[in-house]
T-cell receptor, first 114, second 115 residues
Framework: NAGVTQTPKFRVLKTGQSMTLLCAQDMNHEYMYWYRQDPGMGLRLIHYSVGEGTTAKGEVPDGYNVSRLKKQNFLLGLESAAPSQTSVYFC?????????????FGQGTRLTVV | AQSVTQPDIHITVSEGASLELRCNYSYGATPYLFWYVQSPGQGLQLLLKYFSGDTLVQGIKGFEAEFKRSQSSFNLRKPSVHWSDAAEYFCAVGAGVSSASKIIFGSGTRLSIRP
Protein backbone atom coordinates (compact mmCIF):
# COMPACT_ATOMS: atom_id res chain seq x y z
CA ASN A 1 0.00 0.00 0.00
CA ALA A 2 2.31 2.77 -1.28
CA GLY A 3 0.01 5.83 -0.95
CA VAL A 4 2.02 8.93 -1.92
CA THR A 5 5.63 8.41 -2.99
CA GLN A 6 8.14 11.21 -3.50
CA THR A 7 11.37 10.88 -5.47
CA PRO A 8 14.13 11.67 -4.57
CA LYS A 9 14.24 11.82 -0.76
CA PHE A 10 17.37 13.97 -0.60
CA ARG A 11 19.13 16.18 -3.11
CA VAL A 12 21.90 18.76 -3.13
CA LEU A 13 21.93 21.24 -6.01
CA LYS A 14 24.28 24.00 -7.00
CA THR A 15 22.83 27.44 -7.60
CA GLY A 16 21.50 27.68 -11.13
CA GLN A 17 20.99 23.95 -11.64
CA SER A 18 17.62 22.53 -12.52
CA MET A 19 15.79 19.50 -11.20
CA THR A 20 12.40 17.81 -11.11
CA LEU A 21 10.73 16.32 -8.05
CA LEU A 22 8.33 13.50 -8.75
CA CYS A 23 5.20 12.73 -6.77
CA ALA A 24 3.23 9.56 -7.48
CA GLN A 25 -0.02 8.44 -5.84
CA ASP A 26 -1.84 5.15 -6.25
CA MET A 27 -5.17 6.15 -4.66
CA ASN A 28 -6.76 7.55 -7.83
CA HIS A 29 -7.06 10.97 -6.20
CA GLU A 30 -8.13 13.97 -8.26
CA TYR A 31 -6.36 16.62 -6.20
CA MET A 32 -2.61 16.88 -5.74
CA TYR A 33 -0.51 19.53 -3.96
CA TRP A 34 3.08 20.63 -3.55
CA TYR A 35 4.08 22.33 -0.29
CA ARG A 36 7.35 23.57 1.08
CA GLN A 37 8.13 23.46 4.80
CA ASP A 38 10.49 25.93 6.38
CA PRO A 39 11.23 26.38 10.11
CA GLY A 40 8.65 28.60 11.80
CA MET A 41 6.58 28.99 8.64
CA GLY A 42 4.60 25.78 8.52
CA LEU A 43 3.61 24.38 5.15
CA ARG A 44 3.15 26.84 2.33
CA LEU A 45 1.34 25.83 -0.84
CA ILE A 46 3.43 26.15 -4.01
CA HIS A 47 1.13 24.78 -6.71
CA TYR A 48 -1.78 22.41 -6.83
CA SER A 49 -3.87 20.49 -9.32
CA VAL A 50 -7.57 19.66 -9.28
CA GLY A 51 -7.29 17.02 -11.99
CA GLU A 52 -5.25 15.61 -14.84
CA GLY A 53 -4.02 18.36 -17.15
CA THR A 54 -4.81 21.19 -14.73
CA THR A 55 -2.56 23.21 -12.42
CA ALA A 56 -3.00 26.32 -10.28
CA LYS A 57 -0.76 28.64 -8.29
CA GLY A 58 -0.62 28.52 -4.52
CA GLU A 59 0.86 30.96 -2.02
CA VAL A 60 4.52 30.80 -3.13
CA PRO A 61 4.68 29.76 -6.81
CA ASP A 62 7.61 31.91 -8.00
CA GLY A 63 10.63 29.93 -9.19
CA TYR A 64 8.66 26.70 -9.59
CA ASN A 65 6.72 25.04 -12.39
CA VAL A 66 4.49 21.98 -12.28
CA SER A 67 2.88 19.50 -14.64
CA ARG A 68 0.10 16.93 -14.26
CA LEU A 69 0.17 14.96 -17.48
CA LYS A 70 -1.04 11.78 -15.79
CA LYS A 71 -3.57 11.62 -13.00
CA GLN A 72 -1.25 9.68 -10.71
CA ASN A 73 1.80 11.94 -11.11
CA PHE A 74 2.49 15.55 -10.16
CA LEU A 75 5.91 16.96 -11.06
CA LEU A 76 7.54 19.98 -9.46
CA GLY A 77 10.32 21.65 -11.42
CA LEU A 78 13.00 24.12 -10.42
CA GLU A 79 14.44 25.70 -13.57
CA SER A 80 17.28 27.62 -11.92
CA ALA A 81 17.72 26.70 -8.28
CA ALA A 82 18.46 29.40 -5.69
CA PRO A 83 19.59 29.06 -2.05
CA SER A 84 16.19 30.44 -0.99
CA GLN A 85 14.66 27.23 -2.34
CA THR A 86 16.48 25.14 0.26
CA SER A 87 13.58 23.48 2.04
CA VAL A 88 11.70 20.28 2.68
CA TYR A 89 9.12 19.66 -0.03
CA PHE A 90 5.95 17.68 0.58
CA CYS A 91 3.52 16.32 -1.92
CA UNK A 92 -0.04 15.44 -0.96
CA UNK A 93 -3.13 14.10 -2.64
CA UNK A 94 -6.82 14.01 -1.79
CA UNK A 95 -10.11 12.91 -3.30
CA UNK A 96 -12.77 15.49 -4.18
CA UNK A 97 -13.64 17.95 -2.86
CA UNK A 98 -9.96 18.57 -2.34
CA UNK A 99 -9.36 21.10 0.38
CA UNK A 100 -12.45 19.97 2.25
CA UNK A 101 -11.31 16.45 2.89
CA UNK A 102 -8.30 14.56 4.24
CA UNK A 103 -5.00 14.96 2.42
CA UNK A 104 -2.47 12.14 2.28
CA PHE A 105 1.18 13.15 2.42
CA GLY A 106 4.42 11.75 1.10
CA GLN A 107 7.53 11.43 3.24
CA GLY A 108 9.11 14.61 1.92
CA THR A 109 12.14 15.61 -0.16
CA ARG A 110 14.94 17.49 1.56
CA LEU A 111 16.52 19.84 -0.95
CA THR A 112 19.65 21.85 -0.30
CA VAL A 113 20.82 24.50 -2.76
CA VAL A 114 24.43 25.60 -2.30
CA ALA B 1 -8.08 35.84 2.75
CA GLN B 2 -8.19 32.58 4.61
CA SER B 3 -5.53 32.08 7.25
CA VAL B 4 -4.66 29.98 10.26
CA THR B 5 -2.76 31.18 13.32
CA GLN B 6 -1.06 28.96 15.84
CA PRO B 7 0.23 31.33 18.51
CA ASP B 8 2.45 28.84 20.33
CA ILE B 9 5.66 27.93 18.54
CA HIS B 10 6.88 25.43 21.14
CA ILE B 11 5.19 23.86 24.15
CA THR B 12 6.67 21.50 26.74
CA VAL B 13 4.43 19.43 29.00
CA SER B 14 5.13 16.66 31.46
CA GLU B 15 4.18 13.11 30.59
CA GLY B 16 0.73 12.40 31.96
CA ALA B 17 -0.28 16.07 32.01
CA SER B 18 -3.10 17.52 29.96
CA LEU B 19 -2.48 19.37 26.71
CA GLU B 20 -4.15 22.16 24.80
CA LEU B 21 -2.81 23.53 21.52
CA ARG B 22 -4.35 26.72 20.24
CA CYS B 23 -5.57 27.45 16.72
CA ASN B 24 -7.41 30.49 15.37
CA TYR B 25 -8.69 30.75 11.83
CA SER B 26 -9.90 33.44 9.50
CA TYR B 27 -12.52 32.33 7.01
CA GLY B 28 -15.68 33.97 5.72
CA ALA B 29 -17.92 30.93 5.49
CA THR B 30 -18.33 27.83 7.60
CA PRO B 31 -14.82 26.45 7.85
CA TYR B 32 -13.57 22.97 7.23
CA LEU B 33 -10.91 22.52 9.91
CA PHE B 34 -8.21 19.94 10.42
CA TRP B 35 -5.44 19.00 12.81
CA TYR B 36 -2.42 17.12 11.44
CA VAL B 37 0.58 15.66 13.26
CA GLN B 38 4.11 15.34 11.93
CA SER B 39 6.56 13.02 13.67
CA PRO B 40 10.27 13.78 13.14
CA GLY B 41 11.38 13.03 9.60
CA GLN B 42 7.89 12.01 8.53
CA GLY B 43 5.04 13.34 6.47
CA LEU B 44 1.80 14.63 7.98
CA GLN B 45 -0.98 12.44 9.32
CA LEU B 46 -4.56 13.53 9.94
CA LEU B 47 -5.57 13.57 13.62
CA LEU B 48 -9.12 14.84 13.25
CA LYS B 49 -11.39 17.06 11.19
CA TYR B 50 -14.45 19.26 11.62
CA PHE B 51 -16.97 19.89 8.87
CA SER B 52 -20.27 20.48 10.63
CA GLY B 53 -22.47 19.19 13.42
CA ASP B 54 -21.14 18.44 16.89
CA THR B 55 -18.55 21.06 17.78
CA LEU B 56 -16.48 18.58 19.81
CA VAL B 57 -14.75 16.13 17.52
CA GLN B 58 -12.81 13.04 18.43
CA GLY B 59 -9.70 11.93 16.62
CA ILE B 60 -7.06 9.27 16.68
CA LYS B 61 -4.55 8.70 19.48
CA GLY B 62 -6.93 10.09 22.12
CA PHE B 63 -7.02 13.64 20.75
CA GLU B 64 -10.09 15.85 20.55
CA ALA B 65 -10.76 19.37 19.33
CA GLU B 66 -13.53 21.89 19.95
CA PHE B 67 -14.84 24.29 17.33
CA LYS B 68 -15.91 27.66 18.74
CA ARG B 69 -17.36 29.90 16.07
CA SER B 70 -17.63 32.92 18.37
CA GLN B 71 -13.89 32.78 19.05
CA SER B 72 -12.83 31.55 15.58
CA SER B 73 -10.92 28.83 17.35
CA PHE B 74 -10.33 25.11 16.93
CA ASN B 75 -8.13 24.07 19.86
CA LEU B 76 -6.66 20.59 20.15
CA ARG B 77 -6.74 18.79 23.50
CA LYS B 78 -5.58 15.58 25.10
CA PRO B 79 -6.27 14.66 28.75
CA SER B 80 -2.97 12.84 29.35
CA VAL B 81 0.02 13.02 27.03
CA HIS B 82 2.44 10.21 26.34
CA TRP B 83 6.10 10.51 25.36
CA SER B 84 5.17 9.31 21.88
CA ASP B 85 3.05 12.45 21.39
CA ALA B 86 6.21 14.53 20.94
CA ALA B 87 5.84 15.90 17.41
CA GLU B 88 4.84 18.98 15.47
CA TYR B 89 1.15 19.76 15.20
CA PHE B 90 -0.48 21.72 12.41
CA CYS B 91 -3.91 23.27 12.28
CA ALA B 92 -5.37 23.74 8.80
CA VAL B 93 -8.43 25.12 7.04
CA GLY B 94 -9.97 24.08 3.75
CA ALA B 95 -10.32 27.06 1.42
CA GLY B 96 -11.74 27.91 -1.98
CA VAL B 97 -14.66 26.42 -3.88
CA SER B 98 -15.35 22.72 -4.26
CA SER B 99 -13.99 22.66 -7.80
CA ALA B 100 -10.73 24.40 -6.88
CA SER B 101 -10.13 23.99 -3.19
CA LYS B 102 -6.93 23.78 -1.22
CA ILE B 103 -5.71 23.38 2.34
CA ILE B 104 -4.07 26.26 4.18
CA PHE B 105 -1.81 25.37 7.11
CA GLY B 106 -0.77 27.23 10.21
CA SER B 107 2.88 27.61 11.16
CA GLY B 108 2.79 24.67 13.55
CA THR B 109 3.37 24.03 17.25
CA ARG B 110 6.22 21.80 18.35
CA LEU B 111 5.34 19.67 21.35
CA SER B 112 8.04 18.35 23.67
CA ILE B 113 7.32 15.91 26.49
CA ARG B 114 9.13 16.17 29.82
CA PRO B 115 9.73 12.73 31.41
Amino acid sequence: NAGVTQTPKFRVLKTGQSMTLLCAQDMNHEYMYWYRQDPGMGLRLIHYSVGEGTTAKGEVPDGYNVSRLKKQNFLLGLESAAPSQTSVYFCASSPPPGGFTEAFFGQGTRLTVV
Amino acid sequence: AQSVTQPDIHITVSEGASLELRCNYSYGATPYLFWYVQSPGQGLQLLLKYFSGDTLVQGIKGFEAEFKRSQSSFNLRKPSVHWSDAAEYFCAVGAGVSSASKIIFGSGTRLSIRP
